[in-house]
């Protein structure tokens, strides 16, 4: 029993000591969006319809043929990782011999300074590339275009295979604080 004291006892001091050394500091995330209501994914909108069996003053049935189903959900699971056509705006290109290093540090600045518009950085041989956002029209990536030409003057609109871009574009990312923590020196 002494001994489980004392080793519970030195236990408790090395945590102790190693919290002392630790400080937590909050830091905020920007996560982007679904592109979907993802309340309803996965879910079928026919068990979702009022009834009476669930308690419902109402009774909605539906009657549909298994074919339409299967091929509804047939076109579901392809769309998945589908693309489409679309419009990014290009914030980088180059092939020197520093494109590399250039490349990233071009992405992580738009990232740093224009929240909620992905990015993606590429390799085409010999050029490195940044392009930014997923829009649908030239119009919405000209909006971009428009905002960023201070910091990126260079940048131009291409057109590009695209993901599917977010449903609400006035809120297109959620921020959330986080508790990092990290060791004093």
């Known amino acids: ?7 519970a006892l030195l236990l408790a001091a090395c945590i102790g000591a190693a919290a002392q050394e630790m400080v937590g500091v909050d830091s905020l995330v920007y996560r ?9 994914s996965g879910k079928s909108i026919f068990n979702l319809l009022p009834s009476r069996s669930k308690g419902d003053t109402v009774e909605v049935k539906v009657h549909q043929s298994q074919a339409i189903a299967t ?10 990782s589908r693309t489409i056509s679309g419009y990014r705006v290009r914030i980088y290109f180059d092939n020197t011999q520093y494109a590399r290093g250039a490349s990233d540090a071009a992405m992580r600045r738009f990232l740093g300074r224009v929240h909620g518009v992905p990015a993606y950085r590429s390799y085409q041989n010999p050029f490195f590339k940044v ?16 905002r960023i030409k201070g ?5 131009f609109i ?17 921020v959330d604080t986080v508790r990092v923590y990290r060791q004093t020196l």
């Open 1 to 7: 029993m002494k001994r489980l004291c004392i080793v």
């Open 32 to 40: 982007q969006t679904a592109a979907l209501d993802s309340t309803l």
């Open 71 to 80: 091929a509804f959900n047939r076109h579901v699971a392809r769309g998945r």
């Open 131 to 146: 392009t930014v956002g997923d829009f649908r029209t030239r119009s919405e990536a000209m909006e971009l275009l428009e």
């Open 151 to 155: 910091e990126f003057p260079s940048a």
């Open 158 to 174: 291409v057109k590009e295979n695209i993901n599917y871009p977010v449903a609400d574009r006035q809120h297109s990312f959620v």
